[in-house]
């Protein structure tokens, strides 16, 4: 697959990114890297196989319906870049 | 008179979320109670803090199969979690955790009626999911505030079938889902408060038609009638455009509540990619056999189970019934009412009737009525033992019950001096007054003016200062009159 400027954009603006045109040139460069190591993998017959979801046979890993393990307010906001004292405060999403 | 519109019809599908009502969220400990303060209800899973592994909350598999249940859907066997991704600053993981290709409940349906007739609409899918925080927009005049508090409380949502034909049905729908997900007491169903929330999917097209238009997506409809009006705006708006040769394109609007229009809400170009894949944190889920018929025994009894009992157990009438289990606490207090009286007919007469009264004047749920079943047990029984009419019961002794919910209905007409007499040579007396006061009343009565009786009968409770019962007067008069 070849990765063009428009899929770059497309990938950069679901993620929220944004950098210049040399940053883009490297990027793609990555990219291109990276899907050419994933079309490998197509060249393997997976016929009759089953997708591998889970690491482990566990199934039903349930918890009880208990209130426990919430932290206070002052501990939620702590690492926030910017917060006041009651909420997260982030850059204005709708414009009035 | 008939209009363009007549030649369309609208096509609706419902999309119902409800927030279950655990004690903990979705997929993590904290709190899911409604109405905390900001940000005191979160941990580092519902923070999204790298690291930090989700765990189902086996409560909400339990309430999710019970409305898969009581809409007789298929309950599927194995179950996994998706990663819905989707950027947003409420969403603090990037991606909110929901059932994508494995949905618990399929194919089951909600029925209802409408305007006379029974009306099915068919349930593509119940599936299990989480809320996210709120944002608020108007707080502060630089930034968008953030409570995570409802990130991550448990939701089921509920997607009908493009069933529904009009705005009515919509509600309708609304209205019986609202019903279901109360009797089961898996969600308070408050659509004001956000616990049930609904977006519709509306398309029209001539009627007689078999394929389906673009079809418009209206969000943010915070009550049934909001979402009838929606409907019945969209319908108008599509036929105009339809009408003028436009092209209908998919698209998301908002309903303006105020205006009572639609708008549009997002543009085109951002038309979301959400990379559904799935959850690899959480394990699957299998719901055996054994655990769906441990979930239907403890099944609480539906509204259409009640209709049931009270027609055929207590032969009430199939309209009565029906009112009473609108609402599940009406139908709770008539339960425990039919316990207490054999007299099932006056029982749900004083439901719907002077406690209904009460009840709609001043506003008020029967969860918030004084008086209790017992009480108005005891009224039945002193009508039917002729201490007191329904009249006097109704009217004087239930607001002084209301006043007073401690004090017995007998020491009620006591204190007041108003208990029935049944003494019969007292209202003899009565009557025998009465009629040597209106000798030519008595002849027009005895030449057949029947209808005079009530005057005598009138005549006589207002001498007895209301007390003597109405229907031994009537009696002894009709007697006294026939000679």
Known sequence: ?96 | MSSVSDKYEVIVGLEVHAQLSTLSKMYCGDSAAFGAAPNTQVSPVSLGHPGTLPRVNRKAIEYAVKIGLATGSTIRRENQFARKNYFYADLPKGYQITQDKTPLCENGFIEFEVAGERKRVGLERIHMEEDAGKSTHDLDPYYTLVDLNRAGVPLIEIVSRPDIRSGDEAYQYLTEVRKLVRYLDICDGNMEEGSMRCDANISIRLKGDTGLNPRVEVKNMNSMRNVKKAIEYEFERQVELMERGERLAQETRGYDALKGVTLPQRSKELAHDYRYFPEPDLPPVIVTEEYVDAVRAAMPKLSRDLIAEYTTTYGLPEYDARVITDDKDTAFYLNDLLTLTKNYKAASNWLLGPIKSYLNENALEISELTVKPQTIADLIALIDAGKTNFAVASQRMLPELVANPTESPLAVLERLNLLQSSDEGMIKDLAVAVLAKYPDKVKAYQAGQKGLLGLFVGEVMKGSAGKADPKLTNKILTELLAG
């Open chain 1, 1 to 96: 697959m070849k990765i063009d400027n428009a899929l770059v954009d497309r990938l950069a603006e679901l993620s929220r990114l944004e950098f210049d045109d040399s940053a883009k040139e490297q990027i793609k460069g990555d990219l291109q890297k990276i899907f050419d190591m994933m079309d490998k993998l197509n060249d393997l017959n997976v016929d009759g196989v089953e997708p591998l979801i889970y690491m482990s046979d566990e199934v039903n890993v349930l918890r009880a319906d208990e209130v426990k393990g919430q932290v206070t307010r002052e501990e939620a906001l702590l690492n926030a870049p910017q917060h006041d004292s009651d909420f997260f405060k982030v850059p204005k999403v709708i414009k009035k």
